[in-house]
């Protein structure tokens, strides 16, 4: 993942179009014309590689004539001959080329992926960015930058699109256009073989003109890739996407959940809101730019009929969605003001009020403390044009600091009252269920953010598994060669975790059979188990007395006299066919995606009618809070009496932590199959379990996942002063100590860390430092207790490493109260250590050639110190590996 050189994809100084005779066509025309139209500042130039030739406008030139060199070239050739025009280019200078699409080339899957590596390797020697093959190109408005062939261009606004499909991005910018919504950026990726969507949406997350990001796509190639950038991004950018349906098969032949569930999962986790039509992403651009930030999520509903506002308040309930409940003081005064009887919300105004009383009721309603949000929904009324009752609500909801909704349901003059709404800046719908999906939308995000920041630690908190026994039974069946554990040994493994794995005797006859039925007690589960057959699994369920057990027997060895002649049966194994506390069985495991990897997963056990909420998948690592929201989306405890509830969604969130922990811990795990699996108020018991294990040539541990873990193995005590401190990664609940660190420097310092004063940081920056993705980026936080047990940040290092790992760039702060005491060089020499163990070329840093005090901790450390690019800088050097990529 990098981002490096993108600066001259999104903002060139000078573009140049680059077509072969045989290409020029349409493509080059349309990109020139737009162009040209665009208002582009710089020099926008046409050459050819190969033949002098006359197209469209510009100048004739060739590549070696080029002047200025472009930074950004848009390739318009046959796709085998790009490669060679790539390196023409990089040889010349230019750092970023768009390859179009190949409108007259018949080329096998095998042809084409030779062309896109040949392209790669000839733009790798001069660090060039590619975007493409098949792009539609760029839009970059506020720089009059129309790189593109949308046929509609884009205005200036807070929003960034960036689309795998060219025929979405037209349309979505087409109908901006007609809403008056403007975009940051408009990018088409195409084929992404150098510049995907991770580094697009890298780019985005730290663009000043961008707010909220638009973005639709099928497909990503490296999960952890993806993962890293989507979660950096929505910290501080909500990010709403639509990705179509691609695959409803199931992932691997065992696992009940497919490769569109695994995507759901790791969009959820990343903190994206996502939609499901084309429709939606129209109308979540229009969210985007108009709705202000939300503190809840209670809504209030008035609309001007009991029927409509009953619809809308389904549909909020039905997408779990909150309606207000309104204070008191605020029913009692709507009741005046309508003289009506307000029973609460939502809230039927009556048939003919007014548009001074929709505005009236709908300023009390804004003004009440349960409510978050409000929806307006209106009908046609004989008493009030509707275009009335729009500007009544507009002029209150441009006023208000809290969000309102507004829905117009009929014909032609609703469509009148919406464009007013729009006109207003206000968002109107002509459906509540629009309305009502938007608003569930934004609930959404600020609820996948919560999760967002949840950091699952990379090693276990809150229990001690016996790793030991469970590595040896691991190892045992490395050692023996097979892929599945025994009984036994699963047992072991499951145990050592502390999860109950039910052993249940073979019972020899069919009245031994029914006296262990008699000990579990009814009902009971009874399968054969064959003595030359050890897999065979056929089962008769919930069989409720001895008769029901010889009934099962004779029926179950008929089926194997059927299905596999000549076998014996040597005996029957018995397990309960319900849990005592009367919750259907699970079925929990782990399965693996080829993009995300290992995928945590709860499903109604086998043989068990589930509805389709009762299916959710999750990516580890998790937490407490991950897994309790898996197993609320799970919903299997939803028939349980609420005491009992918690109880029982305790036990099972337990489980999954700790299956969780086993994964992190043991890399030959591939794969567990829990099924069934009883919850009990006191914990789950697993009455049937598999586990499967793959040999590793090299220890993965968390990189197997898409999201690393919080790396609690680099926790350390230290003593200093006299004082203990736990110099740890940093977390998102230092967002408040970290805050208080920078606000307590004193200014001179502040100049020297930020070059400039910084009496406090903004709460988006500090979302930003504290909300960090360990996989690329670490920050160690030196951390005081005091009596109370209260923490205080006394100091932060904090080192980004570039995507190919050939160096990191580093920065330091040290309280005011403690510099000069020996804290920054433990904290330097501390992410000198860390940086140095996963491989990095170099740490660099930048200091004001006034701080001394940086300078000389520098020199002792081994630094290179030397006169930085910009006036007043030095430049801090460590090598810390021989090789390094070029820079």
């Known amino acids: 993942m990098t981002v490096r050189n993108l600066e001259f ?302 619809i809308a308040a389904e549909a909020l309930l039905a997408a779990g969605g909150r309606l207000a409940s309104l204070e008191a003081d605020t029913v009692k005064r709507l009741g005046e003001l309508l003289r009506i009887d307000v029973a609460g919300n939502p809230l039927a105004l009556p048939a003919n009020v007014s548009p001074a009383l929709w505005a009236d009721a709908l300023a009390l309603v804004l003004a009440d403390r349960n409510t978050d949000a409000v929806l307006t929904v209106c009908s046609p009324s004989p008493f009030a044009p509707g275009s009335a009752v729009a500007e009544a609500i507009c002029d209150v909801a441009q006023k208000a600091t809290r969000n309102v909704f507004t829905c117009w349901v009929g014909g032609s003059s609703m469509q009148v009252a919406q464009r007013i709404a729009a006109e207003h800046g206000v968002l109107g719908h002509d459906s509540p269920e629009k309305a009502i999906a938007i608003f569930v939308g934004i609930v959404n995000y600020e609820r996948n953010r919560k999760l967002l920041v949840e950091m699952p630690p990379s090693l276990a908190e809150d229990f001690s598994p016996d790793l030991d026994r469970a590595r040896n039974a691991v190892a045992e069946a490395i050692a023996a060669g097979v892929e599945m554990l025994t009984a036994r040994q699963v047992r072991q493994v499951l145990q050592a975790y502390g999860i109950d794995a039910a052993e249940r005797p073979l019972a020899g006859s069919i009245d031994e059979a029914i006296r262990v039925a008699d000990e579990i007690g009814y009902p009971v589960d009874l399968g054969l188990v064959l003595a030359n057959a050890p897999d065979y699994r056929s089962m008769a369920r919930s069989l409720r007395s001895p008769e029901d057990i010889r009934l099962a027997v004779r029926g179950l060895r008929n089926n194997v006299r059927n299905e596999r002649p000549g076998s014996r049966v040597s005996g029957y194994r018995l397990r309960p066919g319900a849990a005592r506390s009367g919750i259907a069985a699970l079925r929990l495991g782990v399965g693996s995606d080829p993009v995300f990897g290992p995928v945590i997963f709860i499903a109604p056990a086998a043989g068990e009618n589930g509805h389709d909420g009762d299916y959710a998948v999750a990516l580890p690592p998790l937490n407490r809070a991950l897994a309790q929201d898996l197993v609320t989306r799970c919903g299997f405890a939803r028939e349980a009496a609420e005491g009992e509830r918690d109880a029982l969604e305790a036990a099972l969130g337990t489980a999954l932590v700790r299956l969780s922990q086993m994964l992190t811990d043991i890399d030959e795990i591939a794969g567990i199959e829990l099924d069934p699996l009883h919850v009990e108020a006191t914990g789950v018991v697993a009455h049937e379990a598999g586990i499967r294990i793959e040999k590793r040539g090299r220890k993965l541990g968390f990189r197997r996942f898409a999201i690393r873990p919080y790396p609690q193995e680099l926790e350390q005590l230290v003593e200093w002063q006299g004082r203990q401190l736990l110099i740890r990664p940093i977390r998102p609940e230092d967002e408040a100590t970290l805050g208080d660190l920078i606000a307590s420097l004193d200014p001179e310092d502040s100049r020297m860390r930020f070059f400039g004063t910084m009496r406090r940081l903004p709460r988006s920056k500090l979302a930003r430092f504290t909300q960090i993705d360990y996989d690329r980026e670490m920050a160690l936080v030196a951390i005081e207790r005091d009596a109370q047990g209260i923490e205080r940040s006394l100091g932060e290092v904090r080192a980004m490493a570039d995507p190919d790992n050939a160096f990191a760039e580093f920065a330091i702060v040290v309280s005011s109260q403690v510099k000069g005491l020996g804290l920054g060089r433990l904290l330097l020499q501390s992410v000198i250590d860390y940086c140095r163990s996963r491989g990095t070329g170099e740490l660099r ?40 990529v070029p820079t």
């Not at 691997?252 to 569109?260: G, I, R, V």
């Not at 300078?855 to 030397?866: S, T, V």
């Open 9 to 310: 994809l999104f903002h060139p100084r000078s573009v140049a179009v680059v077509a072969e005779t045989d290409e020029q066509g349409c493509y080059a025309d349309v990109v020139l014309r737009n162009l040209q139209a665009g208002g582009f500042a710089g020099p926008i130039l046409a050459a050819t590689a190969k033949k002098r030739s006359l197209f469209g406008i510009g100048a004739r030139m060739h590549i070696d004539e080029l002047d200025p060199v472009p930074d950004l070239a848009i390739v318009c050739a046959p796709l085998c001959d790009v490669a060679q025009i790539v390196a023409q280019l990089g040889a010349r200078g230019t750092k970023a080329v768009i390859v179009g699409p190949s409108l007259r080339e018949r080329m096998t899957p095998a042809q084409v992926q030779e062309a896109h590596k040949a392209i790669l390797e000839a733009a790798r020697p001069f660090l060039m960015r590619v975007l493409g093959p098949g792009s539609g190109g760029i839009a970059v408005p506020a720089l009059g930058l129309a790189a593109s062939v949308a046929p509609v261009g884009a205005a200036t606004g807070k929003i960034a699109l960036v689309t795998q499909s060219a025929a979405v991005a037209a349309a979505v910018l087409d109908r901006a256009h007609s809403k008056g919504i403007g975009f940051s950026t408009a990018l088409h990726l195409g084929a992404g073989i150098d510049v995907d969507l991770a580094d697009a949406i890298d780019w985005l997350a730290n663009d000043p003109d961008t707010e909220a990001i638009l973005v639709q796509f099928d497909t990503v190639a490296a999960g952890r890739k993806f993962m890293s950038a989507a979660r950096a991004a929505a910290r501080n950018r909500p990010i709403v996407v639509i990705r179509g349906k691609r695959n409803a098969a199931p992932a691997s032949e065992t696992a009940p959940f497919s490769t569109d569930d695994a995507y759901i999962a790791a969009l959820r986790r990343a903190g994206w809101v996502r939609i499901e039509t084309l429709e939606d992403m129209f109308d979540a651009a229009e969210a985007m730019a108009r709705v202000r930030p939300m503190a809840g999520e209670r809504l209030c509903i008035l609309g001007n009929g009991h029927g409509l506002i009953r």
């Open 845 to 884: 840093g930048e200091t004001l050639a006034g701080n001394l005090r940086m300078q000389h901790l520098a020199r002792e450390l081994g630094f290179e110190l030397k006169t930085g690019a910009d006036p007043g800088t030095i430049d801090l050097r460590l090598p810390l590996r021989k090789s390094m």
